[in-house]
């Protein structure tokens, strides 16, 4: 998944600051704040491995720009490229009411079936490993989804900080969102994030909960949202 390059983004930030703490449920892994983030070409693995290469170079403000390239047949091919920095002194952030969240979502909830039978209908197949999205509650403007990571990833999800299943789980959330501008049977993709800030790292279950950013065209090509990842305390991981 394109997400997997966020993920990617940070250990490297991480590894090359001397920082890192193993990234998962046990590291000391310090907060970041990915900017400007741009997947600009899929990286796409057919038959056999594919050698890809991830740079960091220091930028004149104090972050560091990271990017993705793979080697092509007429030279390297760019693939997605941010701005990283470490939060020295992250805002503290007070846990959320996730039973308010939940009581706020009145306009009904999709079970995981549910949610993935809309994305068949609209060209996008998820395999097993990446079906992390539990449930879906819809509010107005906002819905509220449990993430829950797939069985089969649970033993390895200590080598993540943002595991990439539930990274794009809380991306799916968006589907709650996406009827109501009329483009439900259509296949949005993100292609871009403003900024995405890493707090905690996720564990196995956790809730997002997205909400259209208000101002947004309704009639445009572009949709605009913002989305929070809680754990199962409420408290702000990314």
Known sequence: PGVAWLE???AAMQAASGEAG?????????????RHVV??????VAAGPLRA???LRPVADGSVRCELRSDGPDGPVAHAQCEIEAIASPAEVAPVDLTALRERC?????????????????????GPAMRALESLHRGDGEVLAQLVLPAALVAGRAAYAMHPSLLDAALQSLIGLADEAADASLAWLPYALDEIEWRLPF??????????????AADS?????DIDVFDDAGRLCA
């Open 221 to 225: 090509r572009l949709r605009r949202y």
């Open 22 to 34: 193993g990234g998962g449920q046990g590291g000391q892994d310090a907060p970041v704040r990915l």
């Open 39 to 44: 997947w600009s070409r899929p990286l796409t």
């Open 106 to 126: 009145t306009r009904g909830s999709w079970p995981a079936a549910d949610c993935y039978t809309r994305f068949a209908r609209a060209g996008l197949d998820y």
């Open 203 to 216: 564990t196995d279950r956790l809730w997002a909960h997205a909400r259209t950013v208000s101002g947004a």
């Open 8 to 10: 990617m983004a940070r």
């Open 53 to 55: 290469h991830l740079t």
